[in-house]
């Protein structure tokens, strides 16, 4: 089965490989994003349809973080203050 607007092949047990290697999921992401681009940019593409393309493109620079290991902005969180030292008591001294 071929996608008729931008010709990419697509099968649902197709494994796609790179040099005798299947592909990492980040590679993937970048060949999802470039088919993307490809498509967002075509001149017969309708509004809605670019639309869908920007959501995408957006959800997979979300997961490309994440495969990074980059936290959110905003998602760390300070450590909670460690309670001080108790400090000793005065020893009462008798006079």
């Known amino acids: 089965m071929t996608d008729a607007i931008i ?9 796609p ?6 592909k990492s999921a980040f590679s993937q992401a970048l060949a999802l994003q470039d088919v993307l681009h490809k ?3 075509n001149g017969e593409t309708q509004p809605r349809d670019v639309a869908a393309c920007a959501r995408a493109w957006d959800v997979l620079e979300d997961r490309k973080r994440e495969m ?3 936290p959110k ?4 969180r300070l450590a909670p203050d ?4 108790a400090k000793a008591l005065p020893v009462p001294t008798e006079d």
């Open 7 to 15: 010709g990419v092949p697509f099968s649902a047990n197709h494994q």
């Open 73 to 76: 902005s905003g998602q760390r």
């Open 68 to 70: 990074r290991g980059v």
């Open 82 to 85: 460690k309670p001080a030292p």
């Open 39 to 41: 498509l967002a940019l």
């Open 17 to 22: 490989v790179i040099k005798g290697r299947r």
